[in-house]
């Protein structure tokens, strides 16, 4: 038979369901059509796998027709599902259900409950998908800049904001063999973040949103390559460059720092810091970089690391075939010494140079646009 014709008769067969476009199924009324663009981005999550029609497929029977392509993937889906849902090592831990999403790169559990988010309240459940969200651009962004393969990824990273800090003390020394005051991460091989609300100083989605972004560049890039956290291997400021700027650049600015205690009072210049560093800059003619390239993460002076970032700032923009080869020597355990000069083709100060120059070039001095290059 002609092919024309084949098509008509398909045509003519399946006029009975436009309601699902021959699919065989139609979306589940249950969620509103932003929470479906929202599910679509995640692998898993457990709020949409409890909805009783869909049961997380987020599609239903047509009822219009006996089925059709959409069928089979909604069961092959809800297998997945199925296989996913039994209760993880927290879940066991703990005893009970959580508010879990699973993406990518990374394993969420946010049971926070409902947090302010600007005007307006959300719930853990929406908060989810906002974290989900954050944390998988920074990965997209960490994959591009060092170039990572598919195989290069030792581990899901887990990370955790809990409502009550009792959870939060529960899961500490269990999962992250510690126990403190505050949010702690847990480096290199299995990495985790834990985290608690509480008011007022870390009680609203843009704080746990931002310190989810920062962290989720730091657990990724102790664990990319080789399960090994480079902050005391002279990559200390590459570890803070690094947190900082895809935090910097989903939000616009950056309010998390690389340091042990649990909440700084202060944020330098506002988080918003082309403008600062390059002011900075321009006053303090000493050299920086010899020091600062130096040290370790959790000693590094709010200002310091804001010289960290702005480095980090130039390299991917003008040096970004070369951030690959240098973490892979800090991940080597290659001399510090040798990596910057080798990979980059000059001496720390001449390097310092460079940068100043380019920051003189492309820092406003006021806002935060990168201005063209002249
Ligand atoms: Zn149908
Ligand atoms: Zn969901
Ligand atoms: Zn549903
Ligand atoms: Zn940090």
């Not at 009324?29 to 479906?36: D, F």
């Not at 709020?47 to 092959?76: M, N, Q, S, Y």
């Not at 909440?263 to 303090?284: D, F």
Request: charged content about 30%; overall charge negative.
């Amino acid at each position: 038979m002609h092919v024309l014709a084949l098509a008509l008769l398909a045509l003519v067969q399946d006029d009975g369901c436009r309601r699902c476009e021959h699919r065989g199924v139609v979306p589940c009324g249950r969620h509103s059509e932003e929470s479906l663009e929202a599910e679509s981005r995640v692998l898993f999550c457990a709020f949409a796998a409890a909805c009783e029609d869909c049961r997380g497929t987020l599609v239903v029977d047509c009822k219009r027709c006996a089925g059709g392509p959409g069928t089979a993937e909604a069961g092959a889906r809800r297998q997945a599902i199925e296989a996913w849902l039994p209760r993880d090592e927290v879940e066991r831990f703990l005893g009970r259900d959580l508010m879990r999403v699973e993406t990518e790169r990374y394993r969420l559990v946010v049971e926070s409950g409902p947090i302010q988010d600007g005007k307006k309240r959300i719930d853990a459940h929406v908060l989810a998908h906002h974290l989900a969200d954050d944390v998988e651009f920074v990965a997209r962004r960490l994959a591009q800049d060092f170039r990572l393969q598919p195989d290069e990824y030792r581990a899901k990273m887990r990370m955790w904001v809990w409502g009550d800090p009792k959870d939060h003390a529960a899961v500490m020394p269990e999962f992250l063999h510690a126990s403190g005051p505050g949010e702690f991460g847990y480096l290199g091989r299995d990495p985790v973040l834990s985290s608690w609300t509480e008011s007022p100083f870390f009680d609203e989605a843009i704080e746990v949103r931002t310190l989810f972004a920062h962290k989720a560049g730091h657990l990724l890039l102790s664990n990319v390559i080789r399960e090994l956290w480079i902050g005391d291997l002279g990559g200390g400021w590459l570890d803070v460059a690094v947190g900082h700027s895809y935090e910097y650049e989903r939000f616009g600015h950056t309010r998390n720092y690389c340091i042990e205690e649990a909440t700084v009072p202060s944020n330098y210049a506002g988080g918003i810091w082309r403008a600062a560093v390059r002011a900075r800059l321009e006053k303090e003619p000493e050299p920086f970089l010899p020091r600062v390239l130096k040290e370790r993460p959790g000693a590094m002076r709010q200002e310091d690391q804001a010289l960290c970032w702005s480095f980090l700032d130039y390299l991917r923009l003008e040096r970004a075939e070369a951030l690959r080869p240098i973490l892979a020597d800090y991940k080597a355990k290659r001399e510090p010494r040798e990596v910057l000069p080798d990979r980059l083709g000059a001496s720390v100060l001449e390097l310092e140079a460079v940068w100043r120059a380019w920051v003189k070039d492309r820092y406003p001095k006021k806002g935060d646009e990168l201005q063209e290059a002249r």
